[in-house]
């Protein structure tokens, strides 16, 4: 048999994936997680029809629909397409970011306590963001300014830790104290700042859905429709960042750019979600657990995480919404009410220190 008869002879996908491509180009698909990551979109465009036509001010299920694109009762298309619509975005994009940033920084430290709420980027995106309003006033943004806080709080918890690989849980710690400080700082802020001054960088210390800027929501949006395929593209490699470095090197893998990459998405994600909603505290650690649960320990389950943390978002925001009705419960206030718990039974595991 000749050279180019054996090169064209279709080589089997491994057991447990599918190969998916046309003529020279091919891709090997997790089974399992390709599945589950099916079965959390279906879920979350679920839980949107139910939140857009549940609260207080019910709509029925056939006209909520119509009501998004404007058809309808003037009253049902108020409701749903003017107040329901723009939270479930909100909450679509903010899930979707929060999940991929902690899926990404629990790779990378090897460690499924290291989020962007554990790590810091949260507590230093909130510290810039209200900075902006109370102690330097500037024409930029606070959306902006959060961006830059993120940015600054993981540049100070790499460079003190020494790195997010190898020494994990040392970055772990330093994100945590990286965060003290800086949650420190925000309260001093606001302690000190005018009533007016502090009333209007209050919302930026709850996370909420409510009355969110759309140019926010939408800079969210694009931020994670370049995130999730640049991470997807990446999975293999971060598969391989599991490993001990000098492993992965030895595999002919340049960990240092692998790693750049990954940081930059995560830190872009977890700073405009924090930018458009303020803190939700504990969808990153969350989210990455149920899509590792659904797809297996052999998937970086990128896609599985954005879903399920907009799953999670979606879900606190209508527990938010009716569980106290009239009386509005913030969406950060609920997420950490079901997250707390499941961070103390993560301490106090002793499988924690690896991810599988």
């Known amino acids: 048999m000749s050279a180019s008869a054996a090169a064209r002879i279709p080589i089997a996908a491994p057991p447990g994936t599918w190969r998916l491509g046309l003529r020279h180009w091919s891709v090997l698909v997790d089974r399992r997680a390709l599945v589950a990551a099916a079965v959390l979109g279906g879920v979350v465009l679920l839980t949107a029809a139910v939140s857009l036509a549940g609260g207080t001010a019910a709509v029925s299920a056939a006209d909520t629909l119509p009501a998004v694109f404007g058809i309808g009762e003037a009253r049902d298309v108020l409701v749903v397409q003017r107040l329901r619509l723009p939270r ?3 909450g679509l994009a903010v899930g979707g970011a929060l999940g991929i940033a902690g899926v990404l920084l629990q790779t990378l430290a090897r460690n499924r306590l290291a989020t962007p709420d554990t790590v810091g980027l949260d507590d230093g995106a909130t510290a810039f963001a209200v900075a902006s309003i109370v102690a330097v006033p500037t024409t930029l943004a606070p959306s902006a300014f959060a961006l830059v806080g993120s940015a600054t709080a993981a540049a100070l918890a790499i460079g003190l830790a020494g790195g997010a690989g190898h020494r994990g849980y040392r970055f772990l710690v330093v994100g945590l104290g990286v965060g003290a400080a800086l949650g ?18 209050f919302p930026w210390t709850v996370g909420s859905l409510s009355s969110r800027a759309p140019l926010a929501v939408a800079v969210l949006a694009a931020a994670v429709a370049v ?4 991470a997807v593209l990446l999975g293999r490699q971060l598969r391989l960042l599991r490993l001990a470095d000098p492993v992965v090197l030895a595999l002919g893998q340049r960990v240092r750019r692998i790693r750049l990459a990954a940081i930059g998405a995560a830190v872009v994600t977890a700073g405009l979600s924090v ?9 990153a650690l969350l989210a990455p657990e149920i899509a590792r649960k659904a797809a297996g320990p052999r998937a970086v389950p990128v896609v599985g995480a954005a879903l399920a943390g907009a799953l999670v978002v979606l879900l606190a925001d209508l527990v938010g919404r009716t569980v106290a009705a009239p009386v509005e419960l913030p969406v950060g206030i609920v997420t950490a009410v079901v997250g ?3 961070l103390l039974w993560l301490l106090l595991t002793t499988r924690t220190r690896r991810i599988p």
Not at 227 to 230: C, E, G, M, S, V
């Open 88 to 90: 479930v975005l909100a």
């Open 184 to 201: 420190a700082l925000t309260q001093l802020m606001l302690a000190r700042a005018a009533i007016d001054d502090a009333n209007r960088a």
């Open 275 to 283: 930018a458009t909603a303020g803190p939700l505290g504990l969808v």
């Open 227 to 230: 995130a999730l395929p640049l």
């Open 340 to 342: 707390g718990p499941y």
